[in-house]
Every structure is written in C-alpha cells, then in structure tokens.
C-alpha cells in the first residue's frame, strides 16, 4: 500500500506538535493516520520522516532551537515505537541478517531507526550499529556478525568517509551487497557493484529484497 493524500494534509498538525514536543498531540495526528488505513511504511515515509526533515529545516534557518530539534528527535522516536506494530509484515527473523551504520563522522541517527524498524517489520534480522562508526569497527562488524546485507548512511555528505566504509565492508566480503543512503550516497554510487541508492524506508526494504533475490 502507498500513501493516500490524507497524509499530507496531516504534516502541519504532526510538525505543530513536534516543536512544542506534545506528545499526546504527536500521537493522536500518527494514530488518527493508521485507523483512516495508511500504510505504516507510507506514515513513516510520507508523513513522519517529511515532518523531521522541516524540524531540521526550521533548526538551520534559526526558526527553531537545538532544544526544539533535540525534544522533537525524541518525540518521534517514541512515535517510532507507536508505528511499529503496522510495520510487521513478516515473522521476527525470518529473513537474512541486515548490519546497519552510519559511517565515521555521521551524527544523525534517525534515518537508520526508519529503515532498522521497516526492515524488521519485513522479516530482516537487523542489527543497527546507528552513527559515526569507524571503517575498522565496521569491518569487524562484519566479521562478527556476518550479515547477508550492508546498510550505510551518510547524511553529512562526507564521501570519503562512505568510500572507506565500502571498502571495510568489502574487504571481509567482496560480494556482499550495499544499501546506500543520505547526502554522500548519490556521488558514491558508481563506486561498488551490488549496490542501490535509498531515500526512502520503503525504497530500502524493495532494494533489499531484489538484491538478495538472486542469494
């Protein structure tokens, strides 16, 4: 299922309520969202996800706080929680083990959360390193826990620091496939075979899934 039009028109109510961190208020725009029939993955993409991003928006224009930014990263975490059970589409762990990070320097750790909570609910085993890993650490992850997919963020734009997250996840296994997303992702693209670009949890659960058709 996709998005229908209503949620749009739910995003000045939900962003209204995350700045002046009302959870209540928060939760009764996600609620009254999945009891009109929304599909959970279509609130966190076209409703929840688009709402933070006007949060950041408003933070770098000096129309909100870091406060305001901090209080509202909470809140729609808790909102997470909230959405989480209409994501569960598949039984717990009945698919491959998916690694999650962001790679060294990347602060931001939602956008991983969205994807983490999309793709359990999808049946993936995930295992959600969130932010600022180093290329070393990220091998060793690999190593460790041997996943079936890699899912590397960087919203900060810093390539480098994607080129050499890549290049750890490959020299423990030179085929396994990538999941790339934020700023950095698009530049670093032609760089590895295997590999799709995601902006959306959506997309990254239908990438997932066609990159392991073939395993």
Do not use: K
């Not at 028109?9 to 309520?17: C, H, N, V």
């Amino acid at each position: 299922m996709r998005a229908g039009p209503g949620l749009q028109s739910r995003r000045s109510s939900l962003l209204g309520a995350m700045l002046a961190a009302d959870r209540p208020a928060a939760e009764a725009v996600i609620d009254a969202a999945l009891a009109a029939g929304e599909d959970g993955v279509a609130v966190v993409d076209a409703l929840l996800a688009p709402v933070m991003r006007d949060v950041g928006r408003l933070w770098e224009t000096g129309e909100a706080t870091i406060a305001d930014e901090h209080l509202a990263t909470a809140l729609a975490h808790t909102l997470l929680t909230r959405i989480y059970p209409s994501l569960v589409v598949a039984a717990p762990r009945s698919r491959g083990r998916v690694l999650l990070a962001g790679v060294d320097g990347e602060q931001h750790l939602f956008g991983l959360r969205m994807i983490a909570d999309v793709l359990e609910g999808g049946g993936f085993d995930v295992r959600n390193v969130a932010g600022s890993l180093p290329a070393e650490a990220l091998a060793a992850a690999v190593r460790r826990h041997r996943p079936v997919l890699v899912g590397l963020a960087d919203t900060m734009g810093t390539a480098s620091s994607l080129r050499r997250a890549v290049e750890a996840v490959r020299s423990v296994e030179p085929s396994l496939p990538v999941l790339l997303g934020g700023a950095g992702a698009e530049d670093a693209v032609g760089m590895i075979e295997r590999c799709e670009v995601c902006f959306t949890a959506r997309a990254a659960l239908e990438a997932a899934e066609r990159l392991l058709a073939g395993d």
